[in-house]
């Protein structure tokens, strides 16, 4: 099966950071790995990014949250109100911290006094170390602590091996019984009946690589997690300043572009994209420019932008 049959991708619906604009939204993502699809931070209007960039509500099914602050959860309520109007029976994931209810289910109760057609399956965060916090036949979902003003998470998304195909023409040959096939299929070579070894490599083909995401929510540059993104495909990191108000990015407890830049070049990541620019500036062309410098495949993310990992 071909890499296009088996997206691993993700769609941008907010970039901004706490102050929304007119063409910027609060941070939300969405990964499609294999069809199965990941909600990562839900700021205010993120239902209508849905909508506009034609990701299905019934898809989301898991629900990453990084941390509590307003522009990263601001856009569930709705959401979860806009699930109910539409009979949603399924059960809704959501990863965060555990005071989420206390925000959440106040307002729940105040809009669906006879509750709501669905559950919302609460998993805390761990904020002390990396945990693995997802995991089924097609993606692991870790979650790993950052250095914010409050508790926050970082999250890495690893795609499952996809064993490769068998050659039919090479069944054929050497009269491959089915019973060794699924063998061959995870590697094995296969031995004739006159003892000749065939070698793995002859029997497959389409040997497909595994693919990594990793989500660097709002944080101040600390070298604490570089172990927990290295060598991803792709990396996500805020970027809220330029160099010129690096002292206002370490007190507030976020990073400019030079910050994530070095964080990319640390992690030996393949591809860095950057994003919750702060509203002072009128574009990203600072930001982009002072991460460049530092690591060349860096890119700026907007709204509706669709990057394919690996």
């Keep these: 099966m071909s890499d296009s ?5 993700l769609t941008i619906l907010g970039s901004s950071s706490a102050l929304p604009t007119s063409n910027r939204y609060p941070t939300a993502q969405v990964l499609n790995v294999r069809g199965r699809f990941f909600l990562i931070d839900c700021g205010e209007g993120t239902q209508t990014q849905m909508r506009k960039y034609k990701i299905g509500f019934s898809k989301i099914n898991h629900i990453f949250i990084s941390h509590l602050h307003g522009d990263h959860i601001f856009g569930l309520i709705g959401l979860i109100s806009t699930f109910a109007l539409l009979g949603r029976t399924n059960d809704m994931h959501v990863y965060a911290h555990s005071e989420l209810q206390n925000f959440l289910v ?3 109760k105040f809009l669906y006094p006879e509750d709501i057609p669905f559950r919302i399956v609460s998993h805390p965060l761990n904020f002390k170390k990396e945990q693995l916090i997802f995991e089924d036949k097609t993606a692991s979902v870790y979650s790993f602590p950052l250095d914010h003003r409050i ?14 195909n068998l050659i039919p023409e090479k069944l054929k ?22 003892g000749r070894i065939i070698p ?24 604490s997690y570089i172990e927990s993104i290295k060598n991803v495909d792709l990396l996500y990191h805020e970027a809220t300043f330029a160099s010129d108000n690096q002292a206002l990015a370490q007190t507030t407890y976020h990073s400019t572009g030079e910050d ?7 992690a030996d990541v393949g591809k860095l994209i950057i994003g919750h620019f702060s509203a002072r500036y009128k574009d ?6 002072e991460a460049v410098r530092i690591f060349p495949n860096t890119e700026a993310i907007s709204e509706g932008q669709v990057f394919n990992v690996g």
């Design 106 to 108: 106040p307002q729940i």
């Design 260 to 266: 994530a830049a070095r964080i990319a070049q640390k």
């Design 200 to 223: 793995n490599s002859e029997l497959t083909t389409n040997k497909h690589k595994a693919r990594t995401f990793a989500f660097c929510s709002d944080t101040r540059i600390n070298e």
């Design 151 to 164: 508790p926050t998470c970082g999250f890495r998304f690893e795609e499952k091996p996809v064993l490769p």
């Design 5 to 9: 049959a088996m997206p691993f991708q």
């Design 284 to 289: 990203h062309k600072t930001i982009l420019a």
């Design 173 to 194: 040959e050497y009269n491959i019984p089915i019973r060794y096939r699924q063998g061959i299929k995870e590697g094995s070579d296969f031995i004739t009946y006159d």
